[in-house]
């Protein structure tokens, strides 16, 4: 049984997807950032889930097809994707472009390429630019994502408009961003687009 | 990190991005997600073969093998019974009588009327599969039919019917343009019996997103959608149908699990007519969506 543990000290790198020991840990080691990928592609963390799972499921029935020589995390984000495009078809709530598709393949594939590689994973970049945020918009962002807050309660507790705390977690979101792109260093990702993605059309 | 420097607010996407972020730190922090790594586990490495694969409960035998001797000893009994009486009452002796006669001239006329003429033989392995009016091919391991530089399946005539056994060009009518949104043109065609096409000399993949160009090409026949299947060419180039990638590789295939298209060997990339710089020949291009990734070489190359 493999249980969900690292079982190897294997480099990821090599991990062979086609052994179910390294299977399982590919698992392990992927999961979290598809997750990310998948709920803002579908906004809902359920469905991100069930996406995340049949795409796995998918990928280890189809593992003889995949080529060894490739990336297992771009073939597997692949799957993500086109479990996505199935699921949006039938739930199309709101408009989503090719390009905002590529901004978002964009990032995930270099967080995934950290993970991959042994650097600093996402969430532990994310750890350091919270504590670095400025108190306001740190509250905002512990009030309505950490607590559960909805915009009308963390606007009652933090004693501002509901517009004001809007604002505050865009701009929050904003600076994270920019930090976690610091920290992750992407410039030296190994997964990388030659140019920024545009709306290019699709090919 | 100072909140007042000139950033741009994110794009929507970005945006979006970060929030999914946001939202799985706080559910999760940096652990697992646990259960989810349980689900698909048991799905995948860890499926027990019972469940994933099903088996009809055997059904217990209706006759036991005391049951099937009783019965042939039954048999045996009313047989012997039977040649006794058929002994005394004189039936079975050289001489048939009259009824016996008649009913064997009913059975041959029978057999005579059903045969009717003569006919040459058919094997009956190929009539069975073969709907009325519908012409069928004898499977064979491959066949080779010339076709023009500029076919395309959707607009060929079908050609008379054909002497030879083996597929030819007409059997490739399930590429037709309505059934799907590609269409391949080539010298040559051969079929295989593992049901793939390989299609040979100046071979042209249109689609609506691209058209691609190859020397050799091998697809899986189609399925009912209009989904491409799993293709591979051999020194091919690809040519987004709006001109805005173009690139020319040893090997360029199309992965329907992933749906992308996975060009190997890369010589050239040019984007917007801007020729990429590449660091080596071995680079892979994935191309999806609107985009592509120049993947490096990530597993090991002797694995």
């Given amino acids: 049984m493999y249980l969900g543990k690292a079982i190897t000290e294997k480099d990821p790198s090599l991990l062979d997807p086609k052994n179910p020991a390294e299977f399982a840990e590919l698992v392990n080691l992927h999961h979290r950032e598809l997750l990310i990928y998948a709920r803002a592609l579908t906004q809902e963390t359920n469905i991100a889930r069930d996406i995340v799972q049949e795409a796995f499921i998918v990928a280890y029935e189809k593992v003889n097809t995949f080529d060894v020589t490739r990336d297992f995390s771009t073939w597997v984000r692949g799957i993500v994707r086109n479990k996505w495009r199935e699921w949006y078809r039938k739930n199309k709530r709101y408009e989503f472009t090719d390009s905002d598709l590529s901004l978002i393949e964009y990032d995930v594939s270099a967080w995934q390429s950290e993970r991959a590689t042994g650097n600093s994973n996402v969430f532990e970049a994310l750890e350091l630019c919270l504590e670095r945020l400025p108190e306001n918009l740190r509250e905002a962002i512990q009030a309505f994502y950490y607590e559960g807050q909805s915009g009308d309660e963390a606007s009652e507790s933090l004693g501002v408009a509901p517009a004001a705390i809007r604002k505050r977690l865009q701009r929050a979101r904003t600076l994270l961003k920019e930090c976690v792109d610091g920290k992750l260093g992407k410039e030296g990702h190994a997964l990388s687009f030659d140019r920024p993605p545009s709306s290019n059309p699709k090919i | 990190m100072n909140p007042?420097?000139?950033?741009?607010?994110?794009?929507?996407?970005?945006?979006?991005?970060?929030?999914?972020?946001?939202?799985?730190?706080?559910?999760?922090?940096?652990?697992?997600?646990?259960?989810?790594?349980?689900?698909?586990?048991?799905?995948?490495?860890?499926?027990?073969?019972?469940?994933?694969?099903?088996?009809?409960?055997?059904?217990?035998?209706?006759?036991?093998?005391?049951?099937?001797?009783?019965?042939?000893?039954?048999?045996?009994?009313?047989?012997?019974?039977?040649?006794?009486?058929?002994?005394?009452?004189?039936?079975?002796?050289?001489?048939?009588?009259?009824?016996?006669?008649?009913?064997?001239?009913?059975?041959?006329?029978?057999?005579?009327?059903?045969?009717?003429?003569?006919?040459?033989?058919?094997?009956?392995?190929?009539?069975?599969?073969?709907?009325?009016?519908?012409?069928?091919?004898?499977?064979?391991?491959?066949?080779?039919?010339?076709?023009?530089?500029?076919?395309?399946?959707?607009?060929?005539?079908?050609?008379?019917?054909?002497?030879?056994?083996?597929?030819?060009?007409?059997?490739?009518?399930?590429?037709?343009?309505?059934?799907?949104?590609?269409?391949?043109?080539?010298?040559?065609?051969?079929?295989?019996?593992?049901?793939?096409?390989?299609?040979?000399?100046?071979?042209?993949?249109?689609?609506?997103?691209?058209?691609?160009?190859?020397?050799?090409?091998?697809?899986?026949?189609?399925?009912?959608?209009?989904?491409?299947?799993?293709?591979?060419?051999?020194?091919?180039?690809?040519?987004?149908?709006?001109?805005?990638?173009?690139?020319?590789?040893?090997?360029?295939?199309?992965?329907?699990?992933?749906?992308?298209?996975?060009?190997?060997?890369?010589?050239?990339?040019?984007?917007?007519?801007?020729?990429?710089?590449?660091?080596?020949?071995?680079?892979?291009?994935?191309?999806?969506?609107?985009?592509?990734?120049?993947?490096?070489?990530?597993?090991?190359?002797?694995?």
């Fill in chain 2, 4 to 303: 007042d420097s000139h950033s741009k607010d994110l794009n929507p996407a970005q945006d979006r991005l970060m929030d999914a972020l946001l939202a799985e730190d706080a559910r999760l922090g940096k652990g697992r997600d646990q259960e989810l790594i349980n689900s698909i586990l048991l799905n995948t490495v860890n499926a027990p073969v019972d469940i994933t694969r099903h088996q009809p409960f055997a059904r217990p035998p209706i006759f036991t093998t005391a049951d099937w001797l009783k019965m042939a000893a039954a048999v045996f009994a009313i047989a012997s019974l039977s040649v006794v009486w058929l002994n005394k009452s004189g039936a079975g002796k050289t001489q048939a009588s009259p009824k016996q006669k008649e009913i064997f001239f009913v059975v041959n006329y029978l057999d005579d009327h059903q045969a009717g003429p003569a006919q040459p033989r058919v094997d009956r392995k190929v009539l069975l599969s073969a709907a009325p009016g519908e012409k069928r091919f004898l499977p064979v391991t491959s066949n080779v039919t010339k076709s023009v530089s500029t076919f395309e399946f959707a607009q060929i005539d079908l050609a008379p019917p054909s002497t030879e056994f083996g597929p030819s060009i007409n059997d490739l009518s399930f590429l037709s343009a309505n059934k799907t949104s590609f269409k391949v043109a080539a010298n040559a065609t051969t079929h295989t019996t593992e049901g793939k096409v390989v299609y040979s000399g100046d071979v042209k993949l249109k689609h609506n997103d691209f058209e691609l160009t190859a020397d050799s090409l091998v697809m899986d026949k189609p399925g009912d959608s209009s989904e491409v299947p799993l293709f591979k060419a051999l020194n091919a180039t690809l040519v987004q149908r709006t001109g805005a990638y173009q690139t020319a590789a040893d090997a360029i295939s199309f992965d329907p699990v992933s749906g992308e298209l996975v060009a190997k060997g890369v010589h050239h990339l040019l984007d917007h007519g801007v020729e990429q710089v590449l660091e080596n020949q071995a680079l892979i291009v994935v191309f999806n969506a609107n985009q592509y990734i120049i993947e490096e070489r990530y597993a090991s190359p002797n694995r």
